[in-house]
């Protein structure tokens, strides 16, 4: 079984910044990327940004030059500092972890989401 632990959502004003962090334990034995997905009312599930295991990233159009992801890979956290933030980055944002456990098995984990809103 592997966890993911989410934290640092909130309500910012348009402009201003938050981080999210997600801790990922349990059975994992390598991961193979780290990364955020976002789901907005009425909206499908998309991705934000990815990080993989060596290191390389890929971040959707609309947060480049806004957010960063970076990972730690001692204690397999995964961050998201989004700055400038306006209103359509409102959304749960959702951590996701893929990889595989001691036993070699693939895995994939999703967290319970955060809140992210966007006042204007």
């Not at 004003?13 to 991961?31: E, H, M, P, T």
């Not at 595989?100 to 984990?109: G, I, P």
């Amino acid at each position: 079984q592997v966890q993911l632990v989410e934290s640092g959502g909130g309500l910012v004003q348009a402009g201003g910044s938050l981080k999210l962090s997600c801790v990922a334990s349990g059975n994992i034995f390598r991961i193979i990327a780290m990364g955020w997905y976002r789901q907005a009312p009425g909206k499908e599930r998309e991705l934000v940004a990815v990080m993989d295991s060596s290191g390389n990233t890929n971040l959707t159009h609309s947060v480049k030059g806004r957010f960063t992801i970076s990972r730690d890979h001692v204690s397999n956290t995964v961050s998201l500092q989004m700055n400038k933030l306006n209103p359509q980055d409102t959304a749960v944002y959702y951590c996701n972890v893929h990889g595989t456990t001691n036993r070699l098995t693939y895995f994939e984990a999703w967290g319970q989401g955060t809140q992210v809103t966007v006042s204007s």
